[in-house]
């Protein structure tokens, strides 16, 4: 079979969409459109990909460093077409055997589809296969012309009003023999209405020296389809929303009460017997252990659930752990890094940032806990705040095992309570707490007797 590589054409600045980001940077389920390409391409064993970049190269070449280091970046400065990238990047594919080309915005295709191309192409051992496919309204695509034998593609500005009735179009995703097409890439020229160098006379050249061309039509339109403005790219990401959940829910039992209001990116997996209750979103390499349950409005990204997790409605947790029967909410905000350990409680109003929260403890409601490592058993009081920040930097606090803070009580870090001490309600505590004591920082209480009355007398 020889080397075979691909190359994702990703220069262009997709107009349609109207906006400042590179079109392949905007983002489908949470993910990049370009992550997709890449991801089916990774899945059909495809290890040489290179991209083309070009406009909003910069983000996306970042991008691809940080999630994809292993993939080439070949710089198109000028976009003149999809044959043109193919020139600027002949350095790079030259040296394979053969050459998958496939478009940045094809967030749908998955590796079968790909698979299925290349063993065309291999089996009829052709100097190029394209995917091909019949829709009812083709406008804006190339149409596919086949006669006696030999075809061609007919961009849609170029065609006919006759060729533009054919509804075999192209997808823009090719298998090419390397040498062959290393022979005439040079040949092309951009006489048409676009002034640009198409890929697609490539084919027609080919057909055209007696090269063998074969079609493979594809039964799956959606499957192939171009994301171009910002109605296609909501539709793309309906379609690759339902694949997923409802592949989870077959394969592993998820239960989704409603499916059309629950999103989740490609990333999240799921342990068997989850329940997700409608208005959830999940994001990123999120986890979700079996029997956990996710209540409404719930957004999750980066984080991680045990077994048998209760989340209780209206619940922003990014880049967290939750430990197995721990119950969070409602309205609680776990981020950078909180841990929540196991069986362990984070009520109603709780910000949890940089903190470890252990076996069985409770922040039940109306508390700020950040940069704190609080022990097991132990009581976290309404209203407590580790007051962390100095101005200039943050400090930790520290909380032991089986301690009680009392309501209100503000923890001025860095500041260290030892395992079985209490604080009073309303306390400032500045200063580390024994084990086992009793710490109490606030005035003593004084009744100024008739203040109210002399005051009164003062207004008037």
Not at 106 to 125: I, K, N, Q, T, Y
Not at 302 to 322: A, I, P, T, Y
Request: proline share 4%; charged share 25%.
């Amino acid at each position: 079979m020889g080397r075979v590589g691909a190359l994702v054409l990703a220069a262009g600045k997709g107009t349609r969409m109207k906006g400042s980001l590179s079109k392949v940077m905007l983002p489908v389920l949470g993910e990049p459109m370009l992550y997709y390409p890449l991801r089916a391409l990774s899945e059909a064993g495809i290890k040489d990909i290179a991209v083309v970049v070009g406009w909003g190269g910069e983000a996306v070449e970042s991008y691809l460093a940080s999630r994809w280091p292993d993939v080439a970046v070949l710089w198109q400065r000028e976009q003149l077409g999809t044959g043109h990238a193919l020139m600027v990047a002949e350095p790079w594919w030259a040296s394979l055997d053969e050459l998958l080309v496939l478009p940045g915005d094809v967030p749908l295709v998955g590796a079968d589809v790909l698979e299925a191309l290349s063993r065309r192409h291999m089996d009829e051992m052709t100097e190029a296969t394209f995917l091909t496919m019949t829709l009812d309204d083709p406008s804006g695509y190339g149409r596919v012309i086949q006669v006696d034998g030999r075809v061609r593609i007919v961009e849609d500005k170029d065609a006919s009003q006759a060729e533009r009735s054919i509804q075999e179009v192209n997808s823009g995703i090719y298998a090419f023999n390397a040498a062959s097409l290393a022979d005439l890439i040079h040949r092309l020229d951009n006489d048409n209405a676009q002034k640009e160098y198409y890929l697609t006379d490539v084919v027609r050249l080919l057909s055209a020296d007696g090269k063998r061309v074969a079609v493979l039509n594809w039964p799956d339109p959606e499957e192939l389809m171009g994301v171009n403005d910002p109605v296609q790219l909501a539709q793309a990401a309906v379609m690759l929303r339902d694949r997923l959940l409802y592949r989870w829910m077959k394969e592993f039992g998820l239960k989704c009460l409603d499916p059309n209001s629950v999103w989740i990116g490609p990333e999240v997996s799921f342990e068997e017997d989850v329940w997700i209750d409608p208005w959830v979103e999940l994001w990123g390499k999120s986890s979700i252990g079996g029997g956990s349950r996710i209540a409404s409005f719930t957004v999750i990204r980066n984080s991680k659930l045990g077994s048998g997790v209760q989340v209780r409605g209206h619940v922003v947790m990014e880049d967290s752990v939750v430990g197995d029967g721990a119950a969070i909410g409602p309205f609680a905000h776990l981020r950078n890094g909180a841990e929540v350990g196991e069986g362990a409680h984070v009520g109603k109003f709780v910000e949890i940032k940089n903190s470890t929260i252990a076996h069985g403890s409770k922040v039940p409601h109306l508390s700020y806990i950040g940069d704190a490592v609080i022990g097991e058993e132990t009581n976290i009081g309404a209203g407590t705040i580790t007051c962390n920040f100095d101005g200039r930097r943050k400090h930790q606090t520290r909380i032991g095992d089986r301690c009680f803070v009392g309501s209100d009580t503000m923890l001025v870090a860095p500041v260290s309570l030892g395992d079985d001490s209490y604080t009073g309600a309303g306390s400032v505590i500045t200063r580390d707490v024994p084990e086992g004591a009793l710490a109490i920082a606030r005035a003593r209480q004084r009744n100024l007797k008739g203040w109210a009355k002399k005051k009164k007398e003062e207004e008037r």
